[in-house]
């Protein structure tokens, strides 16, 4: 058994793991990442990357079956969705190696096996072969993620009943696909498939798709995939899934009357979340807390072990790959004696990447409701000429605010851009701008951020184009 010696360790080479260890190198810690599979984790390899090159391929599919809408045509249009998966597996792959480079390029170890705590202050490394070693290090950050949630109701196989990783890799349309949960997963691959031509049917718990989300959102969201034939059943328990030679039969409960529905299809893809990867990390062992599935964190990231961190979404909602790279990169500056007050968890972004996207921020405006007066203003993108020229006319930026001071409570955006559009409020939000700051910030034109403008405007009665 080797050992090896680091001011810090990371277990998990995904986002928050990665960018933990290359920041702390460039602060002078010699750090070392520990991962068992492709660095840049499922985010990279099997989730926000791969997922996005599908995404835009859907994009463009659904452009060109519109094509005389701008003035092209063509006979026997042809879509491969298998080179479609091609083009994604690529992408991961080029980045995945990407990673590899930037590593090295900061003198940050890359260990290959898999890590478990052995004390507070050293990991144990076993490889692919059984071989072992112990890495020492002053600090420990845990950064294992997570992977799709299974329920006992819905046994996933891999062939008919599948999971968001199967769902990537398919090479031809089925003819039909239940899709088991409305959250972010669950409608981008509705999406994606509906986009090719595959029937698909929707089952959400909840009364809305996209839960989280504000619910004049989604209930636009859900006419605009209305549009595309995406069959939404929302308010509906799944209750059993059974796979068989020709399919799939799934059976759900409507909750409002109890009323049972069996819905067949060729595939059902299970994705109503995703569980911590908390298991056989040596948690219990040492002593660290968890709750609920997830790793008990202080705004800090400590564990309840002294030197022992976690970050991202072994940690627990939300669980996106940015708020992981913050969390792991406000810690490591924190470790190495800078000042880090802790990362601002109402302010990050939630985003979407079906057509149209949607992005969110703050609260919602139920939420903003219930603690104070507030102002509403919604621009719709029919309103922008940029939006009219390219023809993406579906959507709205929704702005909340104080009615008395103008802080800017929550953003909530559906339309074309809308996950870039909403670094924007994000950043005002950062600098405490008020709402008629962001309406006297000139914004080029034309533009797509001119609908932000004009939202802002709109609280003060000024806007123009509405």
Aim: a negative charge.
């Amino acid at each position: 058994m080797a050992s090896a010696h680091y001011d810090v360790a990371v277990v998990g080479g995904g986002p928050g793991g990665y960018v933990s260890a290359i920041r702390a190198a460039q602060l002078g810690l010699k750090s070392v990442v520990i991962e068992k599979d492709k660095p840049g984790g499922v985010c990279l390899n099997w989730g926000c990357i791969p997922t996005k090159a599908l995404l835009k391929n859907a994009e463009l599919v659904l452009t060109m079956r519109h094509g005389e809408d701008y003035g092209i045509s063509c006979d026997n249009l042809r879509f491969d969705m298998g080179k479609a998966v091609q083009r994604s597996r690529k992408a991961a792959n080029t980045l995945a190696s990407g990673i590899k480079f930037l590593l090295k390029k900061n003198n940050v170890d890359l260990v290959s096996g898999h890590g478990r705590l052995a004390s507070a202050d050293s990991v144990v490394v076993t490889d692919a072969g059984g071989e072992t070693q112990t890495l020492n290090t002053r600090s420990v950050i845990l950064a294992t993620g997570s992977r799709s949630k299974a329920i006992p109701a819905v046994p996933v196989d891999g062939e008919r009943i599948i999971t968001s990783t199967e769902a990537m890799l398919i090479e031809e349309p089925p003819g039909s696909m239940t899709i088991i949960g409305g959250g972010a997963i669950g409608v981008e691959f509705a999406y994606y498939y509906a986009a090719y031509g595959t029937k698909v049917t929707i089952v959400e718990m909840l009364p809305h798709l996209l839960p989280v989300e504000d619910e004049e959102i989604s209930e636009t969201l859900e006419k605009s995939f209305a549009k595309l034939g995406i069959e939404i059943k929302t308010g509906a328990r799944v209750e059993t899934a059974e796979s068989g030679p020709d399919g799939t039969a799934v059976t759900v409960t409507v909750t409002v009357n109890g009323e049972q529905e069996t819905l067949k299809a060729d595939v059902t893809l299970l994705a109503i979340g995703r569980d911590a990867n908390v298991e056989d990390i040596g948690l219990q062992e040492l002593g660290v807390e968890t709750d609920r599935g997830f790793i008990k964190v202080d705004e800090n990231c400590q564990t309840s072990v002294s030197g022992v961190y976690a970050i991202g979404d072994v940690t627990g909602p939300p669980l996106l790959a940015h708020k992981a790279s913050a969390e792991g990169i406000n810690l490591v500056e924190r470790l190495a004696g800078h000042p880090a007050p802790p990362i601002d968890r109402g302010n990050i972004p939630a985003c979407t990447y079906c057509q149209p996207q949607v992005a969110s921020v703050g609260l919602t405006e139920a939420q903003a409701a219930e603690e104070r007066e507030i102002q509403v203003f919604r621009m719709p993108y029919r309103s922008s000429g940029k939006a009219v020229a390219v023809g993406q006319t579906d959507g709205m930026v929704k702005l909340i605010a104080d009615a008395k001071y103008g802080e800017i409570l929550g953003a909530h955006i559906i339309g074309a851009d809308a996950t870039e559009l909403i670094a924007e409020i994000c950043t005002a939000r950062t600098l405490e701008s008020t709402t008629r700051e962001l309406h006297k910030t000139i914004h080029a034109h034309p533009t797509l951020s001119e609908l932000v403008m004009e939202a802002a405007a709109g609280m003060e009665g000024a806007a123009i184009h509405i």
